[in-house]
């Protein structure tokens, strides 16, 4: 969609619309006066817009979903690999974006938002196979972050990452991809206090972001002017109880600079779309 980003009362598709990050997006682009089609593998209950409950495996069905469809907003993923087979998430993410994507294109439809992960720089390691411990990326972590997973869900997302730049430069279609962190609602949980980090936090850099600042990043880029392909990596480095960002690169990361304002580094999100994270989130992060 070059030439400027999408305009209200764009029929949009939202799929994993069941979800919390699924729900809060759907009713974000809904109230903005999108024309929202929402679908999800499990009944998404009482909502103001249009919803199908679908299969996205089935291919046939992706197609029909996506009729008429000028914007595919895509969440519709495993959202980790948990207690299911690796193999079966890593098939069944990649099957359902190939159908998604694929369809997408077949279809006619003109930007693709497909949500990512965080998880691509080497945390959550799968340690039932996984030898060798990824050794730390490079801070702050940006859209460039090279992706090291550890795990099949992030090889999913990876994989997916090289089928969304092949619909973009092939396809012409507009593709933006969003690694996002750990998603919340400022539970008190989601803190970590001294004593108790662990290798995925510090890979991660201590990041999150609430669901709602994740649908307003949804909506700014619709917004934008976003030709190509794209990968945005939100969040910000709010989730340690107690140390504050110089005291968290002193103790975690000795090796970056101690003047780093952030392990995330979202500037070129904000000058690209104008969003950017809330600015409250580290007093919230240790309370």
Not at 44 to 50: C, I, K, N, R, T
Not at 163 to 186: E, K, Q, S, W
Not at 261 to 266: A, F, G, S, T
Request: proline share 6%; hydrophobic share 40%; charged share 20%.
């Amino acid at each position: 969609m070059s030439g400027g980003g999408v305009s209200a009362q764009t029929a949009v598709l939202v799929t994993g619309a069941a979800g919390r990050l699924g729900r809060t997006v759907s009713s974000l682009l809904h109230r903005e006066g999108y024309n929202v089609a929402a679908t999800d593998i499990v009944d998404a209950g009482d909502v103001s817009y249009a919803f199908r409950q679908a299969d996205l495996l089935d291919h046939e069905v992706a197609l029909g979903l996506l009729e008429g469809i000028d914007v595919l907003v895509h969440l519709g993923n495993h959202p980790g690999f948990g207690e299911r087979p690796p193999q079966v998430v890593f098939n069944e993410n990649t099957s359902i974006n190939a159908n998604m994507f694929q369809g997408a294109a077949e279809g006619g439809v003109e930007r693709i938002v497909f949500a990512s992960t965080l998880q691509l720089v080497g945390s959550h390691i799968d340690e039932r196979t996984v030898l060798n411990r990824p050794a730390l990326p490079n801070y702050p972590l940006d859209g460039e972050t090279v992706p090291d997973p550890s795990n099949l869900y992030a090889l999913s997302k990876t994989v997916s990452e090289v089928m969304l730049r092949y619909y973009a430069t092939r396809c012409g279609i507009d593709c933006v991809a969003l690694r996002f962190p750990l998603l919340h609602n400022n539970e008190t949980s989601v803190a970590v206090a001294s004593g108790e980090e662990c290798y995925t936090d510090i890979l991660e850099g201590f990041s999150g972001l609430t669901y709602r600042d994740a649908a307003d990043l949804f909506l700014a880029v619709l917004r934008a002017d976003l030709p190509g392909y794209r990968v945005y990596m939100p969040g910000t480095s709010h989730r340690h109880r107690t140390l504050a960002i110089p005291d968290l690169l002193r103790t975690h990361y000795p090796s970056v600079p101690p003047s780093l304002p952030d392990l995330i580094d979202v500037s070129k999100i904000t000058e690209e779309t104008g969003w950017k994270p809330s600015a409250d989130y580290r007093s919230k992060g240790r309370a």
